[in-house]
């Protein structure tokens, strides 16, 4: 299969087929022409990798999944490895919604305190003297 077959094939663009083969991650043979062919082996390891993007999991570091499924095994999260993959990105998933939580309460209480000072909310205090304040137009 030529790029443009194997990416719409796997769900993905020509583009990220490129990516993934920067990273190593999948790899085709050149044509006389230099076009690259891949084989439907190539194909099931760039819907892997796509699919594991999906739920999180950033392109390099797919590696074990890819490494599980080319040793021979039927699924790529059938390897230790792996399952280290899923916990660590879950590990930072977590983190993420943490300091996400954590920015959300900070706005919540300067919205609060905002709020607050704010009185009456929908009257416009002119500038101080000497002040000019861009206009909107």
Known sequence: MRIGEVAAKAGVS????RYY?????VSARRLGNGYRDYDDYQLRLIREIHELGRVGIKADQTRPFLDCI???????DDCPASLDTYRSA????TNRMDLLAERRAALESLLASARDRAVPLCEFAPAPSGI?????Q
């Open 14 to 17: 020509v583009k990220a087929v």
């Open 21 to 25: 083969e920067s990273l190593g991650l």
């Open 70 to 76: 080319v040793s021979g095994n039927e699924q790529g």
């Open 90 to 93: 879950i590990d930072e998933m």
């Open 132 to 136: 000019v304040l861009a206009s909107s």
